[in-house]
C-alpha cells in the first residue's frame, strides 16, 4: 500500500483501511501490479452481484464505512525523484501514486473496480459518457484506414460516430450488417483488415438479442475484436464471460438509475484499458473524457442495489408485456415465447434478473405511437414522455422520431424501427396494480375516442 508520506507533521496519507479481507484476501482483491483495474481473476467469476461483493471495498480515510472522495486534480510527492519515476511508469496507481486526475484518480479508479468486477473483466475505467467510452474504445482499437463490421441496430449516437464522424474525422469505415445473420457477418469481416466486431447485446430500440458467444467465434476467427454495448442489459447479460473481448456501457442508464447523470464506461482487458491511459497513445489519455471523482463517488453508492433494481424492472418489463400482449397489442419483449430470441436470452442470461426492463409497442404510425403515450402520460400519469432509461420512473419514446431519429428512414426500415414504435423503459415506482390500472385506463380512453382500431 502507500508509503506513508510524512512532512512537518502533516500525515499525508496515514496507514488507510484499504480492504474487507486480511492479508491473505489481498492478492484477489486488491489490484495487481499489471492491472491496477483489476478485480482479481475473471476466472472466478460467476455471477455479478457475487464478484461485486467480493470485489474490494474502500473505507474512508476516518474509517467511514463509505471510501472518502479524492477531490484533487492534482497529487504531492515527496520527493522530487518520485515525480520523475511516476512519469516513467515506475510508480503507479497500483501502488497508490497518483500524478494527474485526467490520469487516474483513486475514487475513478474504484467505480473502474466495480464496473470490471460487474462484467467479468480483468480490468475497466469510467469515462464521462457512454459515448465517449464507445468513441475512444474505437479510436484505440483502429487506426486510419480501419475497418469495422457493426449490427444495423445501434443507438443512434454511435450509428452515427460509425456513419459519418469515423469516416470523415479518422479514415475508419464501417459496414453494417443484420447481425441474426452469421452468414453475412462473417462475409462482411475482412481478415487482416477488420478490427472491430461492434454490437449491443440487446439492441436499441428493436430489443433483437445478439447471439454473444456465436458472434465472438466468427469475430475471433478473423483477427477482430469484440465490443459490446451492455447498456440495455447490465447483471442480465456478461457479454464478456459469452466470448466478447470488451464492454461498454453508458452508465447514465440503468447503472445510474437516477436520470442525473451522465457517465460511461470501457471493461476489457487490462492491457486494453492500460493502452488507453497510455500518456503518448492513449484515447482516454489523450482525448480526455474525464469522470468527475464526486460523480464517480455518488455511482459506486448506487452500484450495490443494481441487481435489485435490475430484478425489479425485469419483473415488471414482464408483468406489463403479458398483459399489454392480452389486450391485443403489438408487445417486442424479449422475455415472451414468441421473440425471436427468447430462447438464446434465456441460455445466455444470468440467472434470476429477467429478460431486460425495456419493452416496445408497435403502434404501427407515428400518430398513433403519440396517442398512446400522450394518454399514458397526461390522462392516467403511467410514465413520462422522455428519452432515455433506467430511471425508476416508466419513460416512453417514440424511437423513429426521437433517439434513432439519426438513422434515415432506409436504414430504421432496415433496422426494423417501424416508425409507430413506442419503446417503454419500465419504472418501479408505485404499486404494480396502480401503474397497470394506469395502463389499462390509458388504452381503454384510446379506444373510446376512436383513434385505435384493434
Ligand atoms: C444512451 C446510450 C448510449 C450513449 O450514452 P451516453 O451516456 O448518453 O453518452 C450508448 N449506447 C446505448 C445503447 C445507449 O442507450
Request: aromatic letters at 8%; charged letters at 20%.
Amino acid at each position: 500500500m502507500a508509503e506513508t508520506k510524512n512532512q512537518q507533521g502533516f500525515v499525508f496519507s496515514g496507514k488507510k483501511r484499504s480492504s474487507t479481507g486480511q492479508d491473505g484476501d489481498d492478492d484477489f482483491i486488491v489490484a495487481n501490479k499489471k492491472s491496477m483495474f483489476s478485480t482479481g481473476l475473471p476466472s472466478m467469476w460467476e455471477d455479478p452481484a457475487a464478484a461485486l461483493a467480493s470485489a474490494r471495498h474502500e473505507f474512508g480515510e476516518h474509517g467511514g464505512v463509505n471510501m472518502s472522495i479524492e477531490a484533487s486534480a492534482t497529487f504531492t510527492v515527496m520527493e522530487p525523484e518520485t515525480m520523475r519515476r511516476m512519469f516513467a511508469g515506475e510508480l503507479g496507481p497500483d501502488r497508490d501514486f497518483f500524478i494527474y486526475s485526467r490520469h487516474f484518480n483513486p475514487t475513478v479508479l474504484n467505480l473502474g473496480r466495480q464496473m470490471a468486477a460487474l462484467e467479468g473483466t480483468e480490468a475497466a475505467y469510467c469515462t464521462a459518457s457512454g459515448m465517449s467510452a464507445i468513441s475512444s474504445v474505437l479510436l484505440q482499437l483502429c487506426s486510419s484506414g480501419g475497418h469495422m463490421v457493426a449490427s444495423r441496430t445501434l443507438y443512434g449516437g454511435t450509428h452515427a460516430l460509425l456513419t459519418h464522424f469515423l469516416p470523415r474525422a479518422c479514415n475508419i469505415t464501417t459496414t453494417f450488417v443484420d447481425i441474426k445473420d452469421h452468414e453475412m457477418v462473417k462475409n462482411a469481416m475482412v481478415e487482416g483488415q477488420t478490427k472491430v466486431l461492434y454490437f449491443e447485446s440487446i439492441s436499441n430500440p428493436t430489443l433483437t438479442v445478439a447471439n454473444i458467444p456465436e458472434l465472438s467465434r466468427i469475430a475471433h476467427d478473423k483477427g477482430a475484436t469484440v465490443v459490446v454495448d451492455n447498456t440495455f442489459s447490465p447483471m442480465v447479460l456478461s457479454p464478456a464471460r459469452l466470448g466478447a473481448d470488451v464492454v461498454v456501457h453508458s452508465i447514465s442508464k440503468f447503472i445510474s438509475g437516477g436520470a442525473d447523470i451522465i457517465a460511461g464506461a470501457v471493461c476489457g482487458p487490462a492491457n486494453l484499458v492500460n493502452s488507453m491511459m497510455d500518456l503518448q497513445h492513449g484515447a482516454l489519455m489523450l482525448l480526455g473524457p474525464t469522470m468527475n471523482a464526486k460523480v464517480a463517488f455518488e455511482l459506486s453508492e448506487r452500484i450495490p442495489h443494481l441487481g435489485l433494481r435490475m430484478k425489479e424492472h425485469c419483473h415488471r418489463a414482464m408483468v406489463y408485456a403479458t398483459k399489454i400482449k392480452k389486450l391485443g397489442l403489438n408487445v417486442i419483449y424479449p422475455g415472451l415465447e414468441d421473440h425471436p430470441q427468447h430462447e438464446l436470452l434465456k441460455s445466455m442470461a444470468n440467472k434470476e434478473y429477467g429478460f431486460g426492463g425495456l419493452l416496445c409497442i408497435d403502434m404501427e404510425t407515428e400518430e398513433r405511437a403519440n396517442r398512446l403515450m400522450n394518454h399514458l402520460q397526461n390522462c392516467t400519469q403511467f410514465g413520462f414522455m422522455a428519452v432515455s432509461l433506467g430511471y425508476y420512473e416508466t419513460l416512453m419514446s417514440c424511437s423513429g422520431s426521437s433517439t434513432s431519429s439519426e438513422l434515415n428512414d432506409e436504414e430504421q426500415a432496415l433496422a426494423g424501427i417501424s416508425p409507430g414504435l413506442v419503446r417503454i423503459s419500465v419504472g418501479f415506482v408505485g404499486t404494480l396494480a396502480q401503474k397497470w390500472s394506469q395502463f389499462e385506463k390509458a388504452f381503454s380512453r384510446l379506444q373510446d375516442s376512436g383513434l385505435y382500431k384493434n
